[in-house]
């Protein structure tokens, strides 16, 4: 059991760190774009 939430929780920390790379990535491109 303790293997599976340790999984769950790092499948969140993936998940959150994803989101907020591919929202940097995307605010660092569009701020490309407007310069």
Do not use: I, K, N, Y
């Not at 599976?4 to 790379?21: D, G, P």
């Amino acid at each position: 059991p303790s293997s599976w939430l340790s999984l769950t929780f790092w499948a969140c920390v993936v998940e959150r760190q994803l989101a907020s790379l591919s929202e940097r990535h995307e605010c660092s491109l569009s701020e490309g774009e407007s310069r």
